[in-house]
């Protein structure tokens, strides 16, 4: 019966796996779901396990249940006008008289992104007599405005107060899988890259084990202490903080690097300008080198995380004295070389762009982001990317 809401799910970019699915049926069988408000909450149960596919899962079931598409980008962010739905929007209301023919022209953006949003209220507020057990008003389950206990309201305003939930108020959005970093969600993207090792004096009374030697000792109390548990994990972050290719992404970037200070405790960042050579720099001005060799001395267990858009000329990258800066850096040996002993040394290193990954084969310098991909792992700096990159972190 519901086999296109599983489809759809996977259209929307929600992981969905056999084990999945027969969960789904299985406690649709048993009664787990008789209306659409105990439906909404046990598909998403059954469906969605990272936060990052909530919102896809919430555009999925608003359009397969209310036939509403709501497009994957937050009220008020510019990237709606390049959506498909908002096109098809303009074109049917200026075919309607609702809106000028050159309304992207005579009307400001602010106002066209709140017409936008104002129909797609509208469509899911009168959404009468749908196939999809959708309804305003009455005694159904399914719609807003209504009499029914423990529905499903749908924007609108609230006639019993009884909701169990609210569709359309993308609440996940900051943290949809392609969502580019925020500061809402980029704390949730690194927070599972850890190294959790005992450390210290034995401080930490276990409670379980104090029982368990009291009881042997016939009631003479014993106290277990064990070591604290720290996060031991060590970051060296190298930065990409020249030229004007990284100008766009400054903001993201500073963004990044205050929350990964937040992170974490041994964190230490170093600078360099398109790529790495013999040298890298302490400071963000570059005026202080430090010698890449001794970076290559840390412990090889250290997380190295580079950040730069990976864009240059080729020279820059496997040519002797192929910096742009003369004499500015220890530059003898192509960085092609320096990034090659950097990976090998280190087990636990990647490479995040800020550059959107499907713009990599297109972009400025596409040939030196291959040849860089070929020696790290590359992720693009959106929520997925990060965590990604987390995961291969966490793996190796």
Same mark, same amino acid.
């Given at each position: 019966m519901l086999n296109g809401f599983v489809y759809l799910l996977q259209e929307y970019g929600v992981p969905v796996s056999m084990t999945y699915v027969m969960d789904f049926y299985k406690g649709l069988e048993d009664g787990l779901a008789e209306t659409l408000?105990? %439906? /909404?909450?046990?598909?998403? %149960?059954?469906?969605?396990?990272?936060?990052?596919?909530?919102?896809?899962?919430?555009? +999925? /079931?608003?359009? *397969?249940?209310?036939?509403?598409?709501?497009? =994957?980008?937050?009220?008020?962010?510019? +990237?709606?006008?390049?959506?498909?739905? $908002?096109?098809?929007?303009?074109?049917?209301?200026?075919?309607?008289?609702?809106?000028?023919?050159?309304?992207?022209?005579?009307?400001?953006?602010?106002?066209?992104? =709140?017409?936008?949003?104002?129909?797609?209220?509208?469509?899911?507020?009168?959404?009468?007599?749908?196939?999809?057990?959708v309804g305003t008003g009455g005694k159904s389950p399914f719609g807003h405005s209504g009499a029914a206990v423990k529905g499903v309201r749908v924007y609108g305003e609230s006639g019993n107060r009884s909701a169990v939930k609210v569709m359309g108020e993308r609440k996940y959005v900051d943290y949809a899988a392609t969502n580019t970093l925020s500061a809402q969600n980029i704390h949730q993207a690194l927070q599972s890259l850890k190294n959790i090792v005992p450390a210290g004096a034995e401080t930490d009374l276990q409670i379980d084990e104090t029982i368990r030697q009291t009881a042997r000792n016939g009631g003479e109390i014993e106290l277990v202490f064990t070591r604290e548990l720290r996060d031991k994990i060590k970051?060296?972050?190298?930065?990409?903080?020249?030229?004007?290719?990284?100008?766009? $992404?400054?903001?993201?970037?500073? %963004?990044?690097?205050?929350?990964?200070?937040?992170?974490?405790?041994?964190?230490?960042?170093?600078?360099?300008?398109?790529?790495?050579?013999?040298?890298?720099?302490?400071?963000?001005?570059?005026?202080? !080198? /430090? +010698?890449?060799?001794?970076?290559?001395?840390?412990? !090889?267990?250290?997380?190295?995380?580079?950040?730069?858009?990976?864009?240059?000329?080729?020279?820059?990258?496997?040519?002797?004295?192929?910096?742009?800066?003369?004499?500015?850096?220890?530059?003898?040996?192509?960085?092609?070389?320096?990034?090659?002993?950097?990976?090998?040394?280190?087990? *636990?290193?990647?490479?995040l762009n800020p550059i959107p990954a499907d713009e990599w084969e297109n972009s400025y310098g596409a040939w030196t982001i291959n040849k860089i991909r070929s020696i790290f792992h590359m992720e693009d700096m959106t929520i997925n990317g990060i965590k990604n990159a987390v995961e291969y972190l966490n793996n190796r």
């Open positions: 408000d105990e %439906l /909404f909450l046990f598909a998403r %149960l059954a469906f969605v396990k990272r936060v990052e596919h909530m919102d896809a899962y919430e555009r +999925a /079931f608003a359009f *397969y249940f209310y036939g509403v598409d709501i497009p =994957k980008v937050a009220e008020g962010d510019p +990237a709606l006008f390049q959506t498909k739905q $908002f096109r098809e929007w303009l074109n049917k209301a200026i075919k309607k008289g609702d809106l000028p023919r050159h309304a992207m022209w005579e009307l400001s953006h602010e106002e066209l992104m =709140k017409r936008f949003w104002d129909t797609v209220r509208e469509q899911m507020e009168a959404h009468h007599g749908g196939s999809r057990w970051v060296r972050l190298l930065l990409d903080n020249g030229g004007s290719s990284m100008y766009p $992404f400054i903001r993201l970037t500073e %963004l990044l690097f205050s929350k990964m200070q937040d992170r974490f405790q041994e964190l230490k960042p170093y600078y360099f300008h398109n790529t790495v050579y013999g040298d890298i720099y302490t400071d963000p001005q570059r005026c202080v !080198p /430090f +010698a890449t060799s001794k970076l290559l001395q840390e412990n !090889p267990d250290t997380r190295i995380i580079i950040v730069g858009d990976a864009s240059m000329a080729p020279e820059e990258l496997y040519s002797s004295h192929g910096s742009i800066y003369f004499g500015a850096t220890d530059d003898a040996e192509a960085s092609g070389v320096w990034l090659q002993r950097i990976q090998e040394r280190f087990k *636990y290193c990647v490479w």
